[in-house]
């Protein structure tokens, strides 16, 4: 009985084999780099890849891109007592997403 390794193999040796590989756009070349995927937790990128290219989102890519936003606005900041403000929400937007992402490794969903 083949494992599921060698049935991937096999459907990826059919498709080379036929043409169809290379009819994609992006055949032989790097795969593009995600927005955001160097901020993104490794062990959540492919996880995360999937979804979002299966039309999903998980909400902390939302956090992500939030916390991204806030930088910007921090580093934008015209006064001090603005980028004061902008910097404890900064910094209570990462205490959220590590205690987000803390739970998720704790109950072995990563």
């Known amino acids: 009985m083949a494992t599921l390794d060698d049935e991937i193999a096999r459907h990826l040796a059919e498709a080379a084999a036929s043409g169809e590989l290379q009819a994609a756009p992006s055949y032989g070349k790097p795969l593009a780099q995600m927005e955001g995927w160097d901020d993104t937790p490794e062990t959540l990128r492919l996880a995360f890849k999937m979804l979002k290219d299966a039309g999903f989102a998980p909400p ?51």
């Open 60 to 110: 902390e890519i939302a956090l992500f891109h939030e916390r991204a936003q806030l930088r910007a606005e921090c580093e934008a900041a015209s006064s001090e007592a603005e980028r004061a403000r902008l910097l404890k929400a900064l910094s209570e937007l990462e205490q959220k997403i590590s205690l987000r992402l803390e739970a998720l490794r704790v109950n072995g969903n990563l």
